[in-house]
């Protein structure tokens, strides 16, 4: 199948990094996953895969030569399409809205995610922009 792919993972030294979904739901104030701790390492229109076994394998042994992130390891999330998955100790975990806390942009309402610019701390992919916390609201 053929879909859009985008791969989320966690900056170095973030407190949650490399911990199973459970780990990282139980401890969290919210017990959710906070999507605007991650940086986004790979972004993919229309890309061609069987399964997500296939996207695991080629992120871990395979890596396309524009990837920009380490090894796919448990805490970080592949987006396919409107779907988001937790790369778990064992496996995906399929992630459902409950899971999932958003920050968005107050321009144009898309979630934002860290920026990997120090300066600023979040950024909107749709926007293109590096954003500062005033910049972002936690409702559409
Ligand atoms: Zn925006």
């Not at 790979?42 to 061609?48: L, V």
């Not at 321009?107 to 972002?136: G, H, M, P």
Request: proline share 1%.
């Amino acid at each position: 199948m053929k879909k859009d792919l985008k791969i989320y993972q966690l900056p170095a030294g973030c407190k949650t990094k490399f911990r199973s979904f459970k780990k990282t739901i139980s401890e969290s104030k919210d017990k959710m996953i906070d999507f605007s701790d991650y940086n986004i390492v790979y972004e993919k229109s229309d890309y061609c895969f069987n399964s997500l076994d296939d996207i695991y394998t080629k992120f871990n042994v395979n890596h396309p030569s524009d990837f920009k992130g380490h090894s796919l390891s448990i805490s970080d999330i592949v987006q396919i399409g409107d779907e988001w998955h937790f790369v778990d100790s064992i496996g995906f975990n399929k992630l459902d809205e409950s899971h999932i806390k958003k920050m968005f942009c107050t321009r144009c309402s898309s979630i934002v995610f860290k920026s990997e610019n120090q300066a600023y701390s979040f950024q909107c992919l749709t926007c293109d922009e590096d954003l500062y916390s005033l910049e972002v609201k936690e409702k559409i």
